[in-house]
C-alpha cells in the first residue's frame, strides 16, 4: 500500500478556508478576510457588521487551531456575520496502536452517543470507500455562563484507494433547521476529495 501524504477538496466560495498552520498571520488574515467578506455581502445586497464578522472569523480560527486539522473552513453565506457550519480535514496514518484503519474502526472512533445512537452509512465516494455518520452530542459553549449547546455534525472517513490510511471530513453546525441543506453540502463536498499517495 501507498503513503497518503496529502489531500485535496473543492468548497464552494463561501466556505472560507481558515489560517491553521502555526505560522500563520491569524490577525493579519482575520483584518483582510473579514474585508472580503463584508465586500462579497454588500455585491450581493446584504449589510453585515465588520467587527462581528471580526470576531467571529478570529474565534473560529483560533477554535479550529486548537485542533491542528490538516484544512479547515467556515461556511459565511452572503448576509451572514457569523458562521453557519465548519468543516475540518484530517488524515489518520496507520500506526503500532492502530495497525490497520478500517470503516468500522472509523464509525466506532468517531461516533458520540449523546442523543442515542448516531445514523451510520457506507458510501462509494470517487476517492475510496467512506463512511458516514450522522450525530447531535452535546458540545460546550463559547461563553461561559451559558449551558452547552445541541451540535449537529457530519462526519467521513475515507480510506482512498490504493492506501491505508483515512482522510475524515468533519462537518459541524449549532444552527437549527439547517440539517438537509448542511448533508447536502457535505456530500457534494467529499466526492471532490483528492489523495496525494507516494
Known sequence: MSQLLSCGLECPLDWVPLPVEPDDDVAGWVK?????????????????????VRADLKERAQDSRGRD????FALYPDG??????????????????????TLDWLAEVFSAKDFGPPDIAHVDLPI?????????????SSWWKTPGVLMESVIY???????DSAVI??????????????????ESIVRTLVAEVG
Open 157 to 163: 472517513g475515507v480510506v482512498p484507494k490504493g492506501t
Open 169 to 186: 471530513a468533519l462537518f459541524s453546525w449549532t444552527v437549527p433547521g439547517i440539517a438537509e441543506s448542511m448533508e447536502e453540502a457535505a
Open 128 to 140: 475510496g470507500r467512506s463512511v458516514k455518520i450522522r450525530q447531535n452530542f452535546a458540545a460546550k
Open 80 to 101: 451572514f456575520d457569523t458562521a453557519l457550519a465548519t468543516l475540518e480535514v484530517d488524515l489518520i496514518h496507520p500506526d503500532d496502536e492502530v495497525p490497520e484503519i
Open 32 to 52: 483582510a478576510k473579514a474585508a472580503e467578506i463584508v465586500d462579497r455581502s454588500r455585491e450581493a445586497g446584504y449589510h453585515v457588521a465588520l467587527k462581528t
Open 69 to 72: 486539522p490538516f484544512y479547515a
